[in-house]
């Protein structure tokens, strides 16, 4: 045209710039601006700047914008929704809020478009700042008679972002004109805050309306399937896809696919979806790597995560790093762990708070707190998945004291900001209000403190949230109230239940054989398995049977420990391991059958980790002074392990026992060479609102005077009553006099003197200990029961001791616990890690980042219950 020597004129110059805007060619927009200049239209008519306002909004710099609406002499109604729009685009919330408010200063009256916008804006404002202003826009186009359909998707959308789901659904309900994009905002919006039954209940009705789902609901919908664990659904959905080739080759359908596959447990479906895709986005990709790092399967999370980079020549972005990460740290194969941090650093994404969330965990899994702690405090903007990771943290490190503080802390953040303003949205004015994932983590604090107090508090609110129908919330209070000595409330919780899994009978059937009541766990695990015989979804598993080996071990019940652990190949299709096999040994080392438990050990399968069943040999040999099994045992397992403070301790002991001091003494050298360090002992007790908490031989007590003289006095009654100190418990060459002043420093007497000073007369005392109860602290509490008749009640790390006028429910028979492998496992609600596994549901869908909604819903954790 130009060539021609015809000049463009008012008309050609739109038509121009919106192919360009097409193009995103900002250098040809900008020739395009020099001659609309030249030629005379900057200023009119207005179509040409509008036009050129446009092309700016979606190809160049919102300065560019600026500049030219401030130079348009006459703005009409289209002049102003376009700058809106490009300050949306830019995601400038306030000033689009303000431009709306120009608009109508200026009598320029707003359209549907206008709307839209301002709308959008809305949702991205604070809750109580977006409602309120979302509101009055909603009140202005009723105002005007709009009921355009996108308008009225616009405000679906608002009231979802903004938490107002009944209200996105009235208004859904409402207005009969609704296209795909109302069904999509929707079924999206019900999805978004989990509401996933009615999210499918939308798509149905879709369906049944005739509507033909595209991509975007294909893609919302399925995560619903993926929560729910709906898999025939999800499968019935993929099949629909199949269908259409546009749906299928989608990026997003892909992720959404793989994503339900893999939350399902179906790794190899979603990776056949994700071969099957050859336009891979970096949404697919985290999909899939999320999926690995999901299930467990690190190496290939890592593999894969590697080909993105190096072969497809994809960058990641913070959520690919939130679910390698955790794969990193469980991943034997990946020794440089804290390399990946330097990663994230080239990578700048080290202040974006998912990425913070994941390098917290990472640390404090390989027992670096202090490291978590910094990035924790350092943090410019927490969530709550902030706070429950660090709280997590401090349970995985056995500092439980800090994650009930920590706990508190977080909660009297809230309580600050609630009376300034009820409004949050960051830092400053979030509400941390615990979330099911909270009461999970801080439930083992309370069990492993025996913090009953604070156990019921937090199951109170539990109630009060309706949190406690979560079947692991619901888990952690079984698990908490048998640890705090409450047997009966454990099973009533347990009862209570409208769904229970297998790490909720799991719970149980160890806590009846920690109280010792190993006939009670017998009937529960029989129950268990006649529901799953009867087609239930709870079968027993691995789990299972370390609990009830070690219910019966606890009770003496050898034969049926025995019978159980022949028959669990061939009527529960489940493999002996090492951990079962050590779980036996210990049933038949407790009841003084050494030479076949000895033997036992020597059958078990090449390529057995033997560890766990040498500690066990280890402990039957310390209570039954077999001097010459314990010295096998032992040279064994200080091979295996050599850094394990346990073994060189046992094997002291048992020299100590039989009066070889000087071997005892060789033992403790070579440990003290080898910079291994005995764990002391310490015991907690609850008053009022704190945990107490004492060492062997504590003095730093504020009460510890008061303490001391109380337990002079009162052994002083006790030898009357005919107990005389076992000193065959000190294992130290010294003289009587001196091992009896020992003996009375013991951790559990401290904490019991000190409940016994501080609680009114016949109130219950209950006190948790990190080892076992010790012969004479055994026997000690047995007079101390019945002289100030009180019921006491002490847990060590193995089972409940009740003393009560001057016996203990154990009869007496109890010995070393096994080791702490197997406590892990059995003092655990299950041997999966389900907190480690990432952060996959970030990587759900289409979503290039996740939500907090995601984080909170789907953030995995350990939910630990032991004591280190």
Known sequence: MTAAGIPPDNFAFPAVLKAVTGLQDLNTGKQLHAAVIKFGYHSSPVTVANTLLNMYGKCGDIGDVLQLFDRIPLKDQVSWNSMIAALCRCEDWDPTLEAFRSMQLECVEPSSFTLVSVALACSHLSKREGLRLGRQIHGYSLRMGDNKTFTNNALMAMYAKLGKVDDSKALFELFLNRDMVSWNTMISSLTQNDLFVEALSVFHLMVLEGIKPDGVTIASVLPACSHLEMLDTGKEIHAYALRYDDLIENSFVGSALVDMYCNCGQVKSGRQVFDGILDRRIGLWNAMIAGYAQNGLDEEALRLFTEMEEVAKISPNPTTMASVLPACVRCEAFSHKESIHGYVVKWGFERDRYVQNALMDMYSRMGK???????????????LVSWNTMITGYVICGRHDDALLLLHEMQRVRAVKDKKNDDYDDENTVCYRPNSITLMTSLPSCAALAALAKGKEIHAYAVRNALASDVAVGSALVDMYAKCGCLSLSRRVFNEMPKRNAITWNVLIMAYGMHGQGEEALKLFKSMAAEGARGGEVNPNEVTFIAIFAACSHSGMVSQGLDLFHRMKDDHCIEPTPDHYACIVDLLGRAGQLEEAYQLINTMPYGFDKAGAWSSLLGACRIHQNVKLGEIAAENLISLEPNVASHYVLLSNIYSSAGLWDKAMEVRKNMKEMGVKKEPGCSWIEFGEEVHKFLAGDLSHPQSAQIHEFLEKLSERMRKEGYVPDTSCVLHNVDEEEKEYLLCG?????????????????????????????????????FISKIVEREIIVRDVRRFHYFKEGSCSC??????PPPSKIVSHIWCFSNVDYFSVGFWGMASAAAAEPTVADAAVIFPLLLLFSEN
């Open 811 to 816: 009869g007496d028979y109890w010995v070393q």
């Open 746 to 782: 013991h951790s559990e007497k401290l904490a019991i003197a000190f409940g016994i000073l501080n609680t009114p007369p016949g109130t219950t005392i209950r006190v948790a200990k990190n080892l076992r109860v010790c012969n004479d602290c055994h026997v000690a509490t047995k």
């Open 369 to 383: 707190l202090e490291v978590s702690q910094k990035i924790f405090n350092r943090m410019e903007v927490r969530d």
